[in-house]
């Protein structure tokens, strides 16, 4: 009944702030389509390769004059996604220094120079000759992290043609199989998973700030002499902060799918995985708002979970940690406590590779347990310092 | 017989090395209206805080005889800002456990006792200090306690909002224990049955208005300016008449019965003393009388 009451208080306190609400709500979704724009649309992550071209034309078995360079760069052109765009965005320069000049300045991903003599080791080699080998030079950043992959990538196409051209045997051949729908993934659905994640930790500041305005406004006092419980205060704004967090997901969803996002596991699984997660996030939003006093202290402490969520959960980038203890065969991390590390991982495998609910009990154990174990230190925290 | 309706037994509480209240021990019956009179930060707001369970004393007791169903009307005006006068008091009702129903039509009554009537579907924050003030105490009888707690319910009113929240404590008091903090000899003297006096955290005294007026003397009290003659050469001319005198500045305060009869020779031997007669008061004793006999300061000092 009392939790009841509380909710109906938050909703129509919350329907007298819509300017609130609304930013709360269209801010994941704001986000899928400026994405979406940026990466226009249905693209996939092109790499820019820039080749030098020295190579000098030589006559192979056929008799005929070929410039085995050029025969690359149309290799590298060639190679392309599932759905057909290019993998590299290939361009042909002169200047090794405006090249590496690129690279610096992060314009392009890879830079490959290809040697005069290129053509006629490729034609010796055709003919029988082993030596001598000519050496294609790959420059690049190696802290770039594209530059890995558009590296394999034209090292790929240029070990094919050397192996056509020359018609060596190849002892191992190699078969790539993609997970699920990981090769046909456009760069705009990649960044799904990442964006709805972060709509969620952006409850974390709405839930501690909620519940910081009425410790701040002194209405808490009043409530506390009503007897009101720090579980029923809790639960009833948790309640409502869910609701929103649902509307939320379902609305980045929504414009996520309107813009071309296709998920190949259940959207169900995904949906209920965003939901268990915004209540971790709410949790530990209660555990904020029992640390503060007032909304600005609340938003300032907020920004220290928020860190740790974008930052050192594995959800921006992959975090190498060491494993602290085994449960069920599983490696138990010290960023498994946070909730986005789960939430990453459970999204990924429903969009990308397929699995179902089963797929993710693990994760979605996790955010369980996550979820009932921030709350209840909130529950705790706030009987201690406010609702005593 | 008096009917103990809270009995707080030996109550202190230190904020680091300051003792705000002192082995505060005190009796409130049923169906008065019991004041705390002392100046700001005497002790009273933390002494009801404690009595109302908002905060725990370091030793002593609140001991509620029979319901232990409290309504509190704090100084501050404590609303949600963002809700409207009746879903503010269905809220506060409905956490007291009331059905929303009778939350409802609770909240109804006291904002047409209130005057508030046609303020109940606006927001607090759109309403005056006073019309929040009223609200504020509508908040504490939503649940129809039966000890309701003022804290300085008269603070920030408009004397509109004034007269009515007068008014609507007086008409309460028949049917409730009220406990009310005033630093206000005025509403002290008008409203409360019985005063404590309290200072530094101490309970100075006990008793009805008129039993603590007494203890000082008889008689009103003259408030008179002199100037342009030392105080010695004032004291000399009066006292011999007005023993009862006490000295701030350049004012006097003489107690005395049948002042009014004496008063204009006194004033001729002051004048032909040379000195100059200022500013002059005529009243009864009050509160504030009291108050100085016991600590020797006014309350607003």
Not at chain 1, 278 to 299: E, H, N, P, Y
Not at chain 1, 362 to 379: C, M, R
Not at chain 2, 243 to 271: C, H, T, W
Request: hydrophobic content about 50%; overall charge negative.
């Amino acid at each position: 009944m009392r939790i009841w009451s509380v909710i109906r208080k938050c909703a129509r306190e919350q329907k007298r702030d819509l300017w609130v609400l609304g930013l709360s709500l269209v801010f994941a979704p704001l986000f899928v389509f400026i994405y979406w724009l940026f990466t226009g649309g249905n693209a996939t992550t092109s790499y820019a390769a820039l080749v030098i071209n020295h190579d000098e034309a030589a006559r192979f078995s056929d008799g005929v004059m070929h410039n085995a360079g050029e025969d690359v760069i149309l290799a590298m052109q060639e190679l392309t996604f599932k759905d057909g765009s290019p993998i590299l965005r290939v361009s042909s320069i002169s200047d090794r220094d405006l090249g590496e000049t690129a690279l610096r300045d992060r314009d392009a991903t890879l830079l490959v120079i290809i040697p005069p003599s290129f053509s006629q080791t490729l034609a010796n080699a055709q003919s029988g000759a082993a030596e001598p080998t000519t050496q294609v030079e790959f420059i690049g950043d190696l802290t770039n992290p594209y530059y890995t992959v558009a590296a394999v990538m034209a090292m790929t196409a240029l070990d094919g043609y050397a192996v056509d051209a020359t018609g060596e045997y190849r002892a191992v051949s190699l078969l790539e199989t993609a997970l699920g729908d990981s090769a046909a993934r456009t760069e705009f659905e990649m960044y799904i998973p990442g964006l709805l994640v972060l709509a969620v930790i952006m409850m974390l500041f709405q839930a501690a700030m909620l519940v910081a305005r009425d410790i701040e406004s002194g209405s808490l006092q009043r409530l506390k002499i009503t007897r009101l419980t720090a579980f029923e205060y809790l639960s009833g704004t948790t309640a409502w902060l869910a609701l929103i967090a649902i509307a939320e997901v379902l609305l980045t969803f929504a414009v996520a799918v309107a813009f071309g996002f296709r998920s190949h596991g259940a959207l169900w699984v995904a949906i209920l995985v965003g939901v268990i997660t915004s209540l971790s996030i709410i949790g530990v939003g209660m555990i904020v708002a029992s640390l503060s006093k007032t909304v600005s202290q609340a938003f300032v402490i907020a920004n220290f979970p928020f860190g740790f969520f974008m930052f050192l959960s594995g959800a921006a980038f992959p975090i190498p940690m060491n494993r602290l203890f085994t449960i069920a065969e599983r490696d138990i991390k010290i960023i498994d406590v946070l909730p986005p590390t789960h939430a990453v991982a459970a999204l990924n495998k429903v969009f990308t590779l397929e699995v179902g609910l089963s797929g993710v009990l693990y994760e979605l154990t996790a955010l369980s347990v996550l979820s009932v174990i921030y709350f209840s230190v909130g529950v705790w925290l706030f009987r201690k310092r406010h609702l005593n | 017989m008096n009917e103990v309706a809270l009995q707080v037994k030996s109550l202190t509480k230190e904020f680091g090395s300051l003792t705000a209240v002192d082995n505060l021990s005190l009796e409130v019956y049923r169906g008065e209206i019991f004041g705390f009179l002392g100046p700001n930060g005497a002790g009273k707001t933390t002494s009801i805080r404690m009595m109302c369970g908002l905060l725990e004393p370091d030793s002593g007791e609140v001991i509620f005889q029979g319901g232990k169903l409290v309504g509190i009307c704090p100084q501050e005006t404590i609303l949600w800002e963002k809700l409207t006068c009746l879903e503010q008091l269905e809220f506060i009702g409905e956490m007291y456990n009331l059905p929303a129903k009778l939350a409802r039509q609770r909240g109804d009554e006291l904002l047409s006792i209130l005057g508030l009537e046609e303020k109940r579907h606006n927001l607090a924050s759109t309403l005056s200090g006073g019309m929040k003030r009223r609200l504020n105490l509508a908040l504490a009888l939503i649940h129809d306690p039966e000890i309701l707690v003022l804290d300085e319910p008269e603070a920030g009113l408009d004397p509109q909002s004034r007269l009515l929240v007068r008014e609507y404590i007086r008409s309460l008091a028949q049917k409730k224990t009220i406990i009310l903090t005033t630093h206000n000899m005025d509403e002290a003297e008008r409203m409360a049955d019985r005063v404590a006096i309290i200072d530094h955290g101490k309970l100075l005294v006990t008793d009805t208005p008129e039993a603590l007026k007494r203890t000082i003397g008889e008689g009103d009290v003259l408030e008179i300016e002199i100037l342009s003659i030392p105080v010695e050469q004032a004291l000399a001319i009066i006292q011999p008449d007005f023993p009862d005198i006490q000295v701030e500045g350049n004012n006097y305060f003489i107690r005395a019965g049948g002042i009014m009869e004496k008063m204009s020779s006194l004033f001729d031997a002051i004048k032909k003393a040379g000195g100059e007669i200022g500013e002059v008061h005529l009243r009864a004793n009050t509160l504030e009388d009291v108050f100085i006999s016991l600590t020797g300061r006014r309350l607003r000092q």
